[in-house]
């Protein structure tokens, strides 16, 4: 393998899920250790650790450092990396990032799965709540910051809070949303408050960029694992930072899923799932045609479809709010949406999503915040961060992952989003199937409607209008008119 000297080099092993990106790597850990490499590798979740510790070669020395297997994990890390001994150090995503990214010159970092590199946490605050959150905070042009000489009593409540939720006998005012704005603010990350709501209620809301780029630097040569870099958020921000990539040594050869797939889209062409869409009570119609209002919500009519069109025990991906207590028990296999590392269904051959990852309110103000600041749009990162590569995720792990399979899958996702991000990326020879969208009693979702400025915005672009005097005339950020250029650059060459 070659070192390279660049600490803004990024080596990407970029390929399906499934196809062997963690044996790939697993069967040249022996040789980079004889080499004398020193090799840290960090995992999205905990659960993983165990998993990947009976796939390493017998007497592979290695040493796992996380919250599993001390008390106090960002000490020994450091100390660790400190001191480079000669075996793979196993530790997650978040340790690795927390800890001093100067300890990590001379080593090999290894980082299993994008980590997330932007969060943006919304909670809204009552009266009462708030007043108790600005003792120590104070309120500056929709901006929250720590009052002058008040950043000892943020430490003090941060480690009360801390003490109790560990099960201490003291008494914290801080609730957990608290106890979050407060270490936002404390780690310097900037801090909005909204206006107030009908109810009283006000949203603080925050935007955390992630660290990592400074442990990725200084590592000597930096390595991450994935099935998609393009396009998604991490890879807004690498470009931002100055990263470049490079092919990795662990990329393994995939010549495609040989498993026959069908793709049903649960919404009508052209609309897109959502939330509001889905939580509404369903229109059925009675014997004579007539609409009536049915007492199921849409999401359920949605599901007792899926449930007719599959076979066996389909899997099941959605939110926490959709309960369907009216499921029998063992129809489905409830899975987590955050499904990497989910190896034990590989016999199904269905898979249902039914989960969102439209950007909320709070979540566009903060993509917008981001864009001024970097002068670059982040939305269809998000997008493919936060709701497309899942989907990808939670559809691999049927039966498509075995090589072996013959049996024909099915994929039943939430809009044609889904189902062309699976085709363009690793499904080129799926069929989307659009006849189950047809039975679905789908309302208009209004946020989800265009918005009635891009037609304005189309007709300027049509006037010869450049960027500047369209910002002008409307109000608009440069980066959304941008964007919308090249969308209508598109629908005028269709």
């Known amino acids: 393998m070659t070192s390279i000297a660049l600490n803004k080099v990024i080596h990407t092993a970029v390929s399906a899920p499934g ?61 660790t990396l400190r001191e480079k001994p000669n075996v793979l150090v196993i530790t997650t995503h978040q340790s690795i990032f927390s800890a001093k ?24 605050f009552e009266p009462s709540e708030l007043a108790q959150l600005l003792v120590n905070v104070e309120e500056q042009d929709g901006r929250l910051h720590i009052r002058e000489g008040y950043a ?38 900037p801090v909005f408050i909204d206006t107030e709501m009908s109810n009283g209620n006000r949203y603080v809301r925050a935007v ?17 694992l994935a099935a998609t870099v393009e396009g998604s958020l991490f890879d807004d921000l690498a470009q931002v930072h100055g990263f470049i990539y490079e092919r990795s040594d662990f990329t393994p050869e995939f010549e495609g899923y040989t498993s026959p797939i069908t793709i049903y889209p649960f919404m009508p062409k052209g609309r897109i799932y959502s ?36 076979t066996g025990t389909p899997l099941l991906f959605c939110n926490k709010w959709a309960s369907f207590r009216w499921l029998p028990k063992g129809a489905v296999h409830r899975c987590s949406i955050d499904s990497r ?18 950007p909320s309110p709070s979540d566009e103000r903060a993509l917008e915040f981001l864009a001024v600041k970097y002068d670059r749009v982040f939305r269809q990162g998000f997008m493919v961060t936060r709701f497309l590569e899942p989907s990808l995720q939670a559809a691999t792990r049927t039966a498509i992952r ?29 069929t989307i199937d659009w006849s189950l969208s047809e039975t679905i009693p789908v309302f208009e979702d209004r946020r989800t409607t265009e918005d009635p400025r891009k037609r304005q915005v189309f007709e300027l672009f049509a006037q010869d209008k450049k960027n500047t005097e369209i910002v002008s005339i409307t109000g608009l950020h440069r980066n959304t008119v941008s964007n919308w250029r090249k969308d209508w650059c598109l629908e005028q060459a269709a």
């Open 208 to 224: 955390v960029e992630s660290t990592c780029w400074s442990t990725f630097a200084a590592a000597e040569e930096a390595h991450v």
């Open 275 to 310: 939330k509001a869409a889905v939580t509404v009570t369903a229109c059925e119609r009675d014997t004579i045609g007539k609409q009536k209002q049915g007492e199921l919500l849409v999401i359920d009519v949605i599901l007792k479809a899926a449930l007719q069109r599959a």
């Open 341 to 358: 590392g989910l190896n034990e269904y590989q016999g199904e051959t269905d898979a249902i999503l039914l989960f969102g990852g439209n």
């Open 19 to 79: 196809a062997g990106k963690t044996q790939a790597l697993i069967s040249q850990i022996p040789s980079l250790l004889s080499a004398g490499r020193s090799v840290v590798l960090a995992l999205p979740t905990l659960t993983l650790t165990d998993s990947f510790i009976n796939r390493l070669s017998m007497g592979t020395p290695h040493q796992v450092i996380n919250s599993s297997t001390f008390d106090h994990v960002s000490s020994e890390l450091n100390q």
């Open 152 to 189: 000892d009593a943020i430490e003090t409540a941060l480690a009360t809070f801390k003490a109790v939720s560990a099960g201490a006998e003291r008494t914290s005012m801080l609730s957990s949303e608290g106890a979050r704005i407060y270490e936002c603010l404390k780690d310097e990350h």
């Open 101 to 124: 990214p100067d300890l990590l010159s001379g080593w090999v970092l290894i980082v299993d799965e994008l980590p997330v590199v932007a969060d943006f946490p919304a909670y809204p």
């Open 402 to 430: 075995d090589r072996g399979n013959t049996k024909p899958i099915q994929l039943l996702v939430q809009d044609g989003r889904v189902a062309e991000y699976l085709v363009s990326s690793y499904m080129p020879h799926a």
